[in-house]
C-alpha cells in the first residue's frame, strides 16, 4: 500500500469495516507470514525526534484472517473463520522532549488525538453506562471496533521505560493500560443457527451419558 495516498475507511454488510484497495496476501505457514509482516512494516512511516532516531509516525495494524474446516455432529464439513488484529500503537509525544516541530509536530498532533479518542472509547466501554461509544471519531478506533466491544476479546501490552526522566510517561501508559484491562467482552463462536443447535444437543447427550454411566457405577 502507498503511504502517500489518504486511507479511505469505508463499510459494507458482508465485511464490516475495511480500508479501500488495501493488498491482502493468502499465506499458509509462519514464513509466510513473517515475511508479508516485514513488507507491511517497510511502508510505516518513521522519522526523528529527539528521543527517538526511528520514531514510529503512524500506528500500524497487521490483521490476520485464520480459516479451518472440520467435521461437524452432522458428519458434514464446516468452515470457522476468525479474525486477529495485531496493534502497534504510535506513543503519545511532549513536545517538549521530543523537540518536533513543523511536519513532525503535525504528526505527534495527530498521534495523541486519536490515542486520546481511543481512551475515551476505552472509557466508554469500561463504564457500562454510556449509551454511545465514539468509534468515528477516529480512523483508529473505527477500523478496531470490533476488536475492543465486539465479539472478541482484547489484550493490551504496555511499553514503558525504567528511567526517572519517563516517570510521567510511564505512570501515564500504564494507566492507559490498566484501562483496556477492564474490557469485559463475552466472545462466542459465529456459526450457523443450527449447527449451533446442533452443538448444542450433542453436548447435552454427551453430559446425559457420562450421567448415566456415573449412576451405573455407583449403582454396582
Known amino acids: 500500500m502507498n503511504t502517500k495516498l489518504k486511507i479511505q475507511v469505508k463499510e459494507r454488510p458482508d465485511v464490516g469495516v475495511y480500508?479501500?484497495?488495501?493488498?491482502?496476501?493468502?499465506?499458509?505457514?509462519?514464513?509466510?507470514?513473517?515475511?508479508?509482516m516485514t513488507l507491511g512494516h517497510k511502508n510505516r512511516s518513521v522519522g526523528a525526534t529527539n528521543m527517538n532516531e526511528h520514531s514510529s509516525r503512524s500506528h500500524a495494524i497487521f490483521t490476520i484472517t485464520i480459516e479451518c474446516s472440520e467435521k461437524g455432529v452432522d458428519g458434514h464439513q464446516h468452515v470457522r473463520m476468525g479474525k486477529l488484529h495485531l496493534v502497534d500503537l504510535a506513543g503519545s509525544e511532549r513536545q517538549g522532549k521530543t523537540g518536533a516541530t513543523g511536519q513532525r509536530l503535525k504528526e505527534a498532533t495527530k498521534i495523541n488525538l486519536s490515542l486520546s479518542t481511543?481512551?475515551?472509547?476505552?472509557?466508554?466501554?469500561?463504564?457500562?453506562?454510556?449509551t454511545h461509544v465514539p468509534y468515528r471519531n477516529s480512523k483508529l478506533t473505527r477500523l478496531l471496533q470490533d476488536s475492543l466491544g465486539g465479539n472478541s476479546k482484547t489484550?493490551?501490552?504496555?511499553?514503558?521505560?525504567?528511567?526517572?526522566?519517563?516517570?510521567?510517561?510511564?505512570?501515564?501508559?500504564?494507566r492507559y493500560a490498566n484501562r483496556a484491562k477492564n474490557i469485559k467482552n463475552k466472545a462466542r463462536i459465529n456459526e450457523d443457527p443450527k449447527d449451533a443447535l446442533l452443538r448444542q444437543f450433542q453436548k447435552e447427550i454427551e453430559e446425559l451419558k457420562k450421567k448415566l454411566e456415573e449412576g451405573l457405577l455407583f449403582r454396582m
Open 19 to 36: 480500508i479501500k484497495d488495501l493488498s491482502g496476501y493468502v499465506v499458509n505457514n509462519a514464513d509466510d507470514m513473517d515475511r508479508i
Open 118 to 130: 481511543l481512551g475515551n472509547v476505552i472509557s466508554a466501554l469500561v463504564d457500562g453506562k454510556s
Open 155 to 174: 489484550m493490551m501490552c504496555a511499553n514503558i521505560g525504567p528511567a526517572d526522566y519517563n516517570y510521567d510517561e510511564t505512570i501515564s501508559t500504564l
